[in-house]
């Protein structure tokens, strides 16, 4: 088949300006979620002596692992992972997957939040020389999803304008376990972990080599790009597990047609951002 992109110059160009495009806007998306929560965190008023941190970086095994919020009190440590999404929330505890849905045919698949953030309870209490236990953790959701079917008995899931009210009722209902010289000296330790924008950055650029790379997240075997065709014309690609025990499948971007497809794939991919 004839390359009808010539010597390729323009057309990785022109794919280089969309995946920019695209790229800024999941991490504007992504500032904005964290935004929303620092800004929630900042201004709801709980009762009790607290201190918060948010947007931090800690050890984890060889790597570092961010961690979005710390809330600090005389009664616990709550570790906090937001997820700003849309759409309809779908999840139980032990889930590798949860799935977020805006229609019958249109789901995608995340990692289960949960999870998740045991990891960073368990990075947050090595870094305070404590038993994971004496951290709480909690899933808080933004304002754009609904939260549908959710089953986790061990960890509290909640949307963002639940949280004053979790926060509150905490305090109320729960003993005190640590002074206010504890709370200080914690804030004072985890504060330390806040990154310059170059260590994020480069925090960032690291998980973006992860995510972006070719790998089953349930089995690890390779994912190939697949293309389902229709009668009147159209067509969906996707990407799907080589190993042929593991049902996982997702949906693939134009960018990502672009990037990993044929040149009658990148030609029909390039048709549809123009």
């Known amino acids: 088949m004839m ?23 999941n991490q504007f998306k992504g500032n904005v979620g964290e935004f929303s929560l620092n800004k929630y965190m900042q201004h709801c008023s709980i009762p009790g002596y607290y201190k918060i941190v948010s947007n931090i970086l800690v050890p984890f095994g060889n790597e570092k692992t961010q961690i979005d919020s710390v809330f600090i009190s005389k009664k616990a440590i709550i570790c906090i992972e937001f997820k700003n999404m849309g759409g309809w929330i779908f999840g139980n505890e032990n889930q590798k997957q ?24 368990k990075a947050l209490a090595k870094v305070l020389k404590t038993v994971p236990e004496n951290i709480v953790p909690l899933i808080v959701f933004g304002e754009r999803c609904e939260l549908k079917k959710i089953n986790c008995p061990n960890t509290s899931v909640i949307s963002l304008h639940q949280l004053a009210s979790f926060l509150t009722k905490y305090e109320r209902e729960h003993e005190d376990r640590f002074t206010e010289q504890n709370v200080d000296a914690v804030h004072k330790l985890l504060d330390a972990y806040i990154p310059t924008p170059e260590q994020m950055q480069e925090h960032i650029t690291r998980v973006k080599r992860y995510t972006e790379g070719m790998e089953c997240p349930k089995c690890g075997t390779g994912l190939e790009l697949n293309k389902t065709k229709y009668g009147n014309g159209k067509r969906a690609y996707h990407f799907d597990c080589a190993n042929p025990t593991c049902a996982f499948t997702r949906d693939a971007s134009y960018a990502e047609v672009i990037k990993y497809g044929d040149d009658e794939d990148r030609a029909w991919a390039f048709s549809h951002l123009m």
Not at 3 to 22: C, K, P, R, T
């Open 3 to 25: 390359n009808i992109f010539g010597d390729g110059d323009a057309f990785y160009s022109l794919f280089e300006v969309y995946h920019n495009i695209e790229k800024g806007m």
């Open 98 to 121: 949860w799935t977020q849905s805006f229609s019958r045919s249109e789901k995608y698949y995340f990692y289960n939040p949960v999870l998740q953030n045991r990891g960073h309870c």
